[in-house]
């Protein structure tokens, strides 16, 4: 036992719990942050057909202000 109470067994356990949480945020962001740059060219695409949503009516509208 270590002196905060853990065993090295649980220390390493937690060790790789952590990496692992670590690895699959650093996915998430990475799968999020792909398609960023990609959003303009999506909605100039899909404001140009004649069946547009409301929604995406919307937020091509918004996108065109900035």
């Known amino acids: ?8 067994e649980e220390g ?3 060790q790789k719990a952590l990496g692992v949480m ?3 945020l650093v996915i998430d962001l990475l799968g999020f942050t792909m398609i ?5 060219a999506l909605l100039d695409h ?4 004649e069946e ?7 937020i ?5 202000k900035f």
């Open 1 to 8: 036992m270590n002196s905060d109470g853990k065993t090295t």
């Open 12 to 14: 390493k356990r937690a």
């Open 22 to 24: 670590f690895l699959s």
């Open 36 to 40: 960023l740059p990609l959003l303009p």
């Open 46 to 49: 899909y404001g140009r057909q």
């Open 52 to 58: 547009v949503g409301l929604f995406l009516s919307l």
């Open 60 to 64: 091509h509208f918004w996108f065109r």
